[in-house]
């Protein structure tokens, strides 16, 4: 089944003002899709808003210049449409949520999570579509918005970091075209590349550093795992936004199929997964724990002793390895 684009363009166009929002902790496929969404209908006369929970992130923060972002707490004015994109339940817009949904008559939910709970009124999710960015994208085009290098530095950011820099098995040619349109209308490659991947501050490798050092194989070397204590955390001087690509780099241990890497949070453990191929589903394993996400990149939490965590990981992992050959 596929969802309609039709009826939500037509709402986009006569919308007096839009609001736009996405997940907590926000990537540069949240960030890029939503603002660049903002910057396409205000370009077309819409008036639009965006409203992230968490703010831009720091390595964002170069790319979202032209356009400030609500944080925290949300707009006091009503809008006509609330727009939730690349999120896949409505509880991770944030605590206010509820309040976020009543601000307008009309939500729509966009989103390529295939774990998406079709939380608005108005739902287009395309789990095939390897970044929101490139949702965005296709309305945007659908719209005959003009296509400036501001967002298509935003939605080029998207793109490039759900892919893993084009790396990922969720990349199409129809990604590999949209990147290049995005480039064609003004998205710099080299000045995004080192904006996203290459200002990394300094407590981020203290913290990769005592991460990895400690990174082991599981279920026979199929599994790379990594935990990060708020210990780790304070010693590195880091944040939870400095753990950003950890778990990438654990799936790079040769043999492995998958990586989790398991986060202390205030209350309970923050746990991602990735998988480097289509043989296993990440979003299933996190699905058994409340969470979801993509078949190659999910999350979930888990409550109670690192080690009941590790080990209810650990078997659920093994459970999805055991229809492997
Ligand atoms: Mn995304």
């Not at 449409?81 to 009309?106: E, N, S």
């Not at 981020?204 to 990060?228: C, D, K």
Request: aromatic share 4%.
């Amino acid at each position: 089944m596929s969802d309609r684009l039709e009826p939500i363009l037509a709402e986009l166009k006569r919308a007096e003002s839009v609001l736009i929002s996405s997940h907590i902790a926000p990537d540069p496929d949240a960030v890029g899709s939503s603002c660049g969404l903002a910057l396409g209908l205000r370009a077309l006369g819409i008036p639009a808003e965006v409203y992230l929970h968490d703010g831009v992130p720091r390595r964002m923060l170069g790319l979202t210049e032209a356009i400030d972002v609500y944080s925290s707490e949300l707009p006091e004015e009503k809008f006509s449409v609330v727009v939730a994109i690349d999120c896949a339940t409505k509880r991770r817009l944030g605590p206010h949520h509820d309040a976020l949904f009543a601000l307008a008559p009309v939500t729509i939910n966009i989103d390529h999570h295939v774990s998406n709970e079709r939380y608005g009124k108005m739902n287009y999710i395309d789990s095939k579509t390897a970044s929101a960015s490139e949702l965005t994208l296709r309305i945007l085009r659908a719209l005959e918005c003009p296509m400036t290098p501001e967002i298509a530095t935003l939605l080029y950011a998207g793109v490039l970091d759900d892919t893993g820099s084009f790396r990922f098995g969720n990349v199409t040619a129809e990604t590999l075209r949209n990147a290049a349109d995005l480039v064609s209308a003004g998205a710099v490659v080299e000045t995004i590349s080192n904006q996203l991947y290459y200002e990394v501050p300094i407590r981020m490798f203290r913290l990769r550093a005592l991460t990895l050092a400690e990174m082991r194989p599981a279920l026979q070397g199929r599994l790379s795992l990594a935990v990060i204590t708020q210990g780790m955390l304070d010693t590195a001087g880091a944040t939870a936004e400095d753990t950003d690509g950890i778990v990438d780099e654990l799936r790079m241990l040769e043999g492995s199929i998958c990586a989790v890497l398991i986060r202390q949070l205030e209350k309970g453990w923050k746990v991602s997964l990735r998988a480097k191929d289509a043989s296993v589903d990440m979003n299933r394993v996190a699905g058994m724990f409340g969470g979801g996400g993509h078949r190659a990149a999910a999350g979930c939490t888990l409550q109670g002793a690192i080690e009941d965590v590790e080990r209810q990981i650990v078997e659920a992992v093994g459970t999805e390895f055991s229809g492997l050959s």
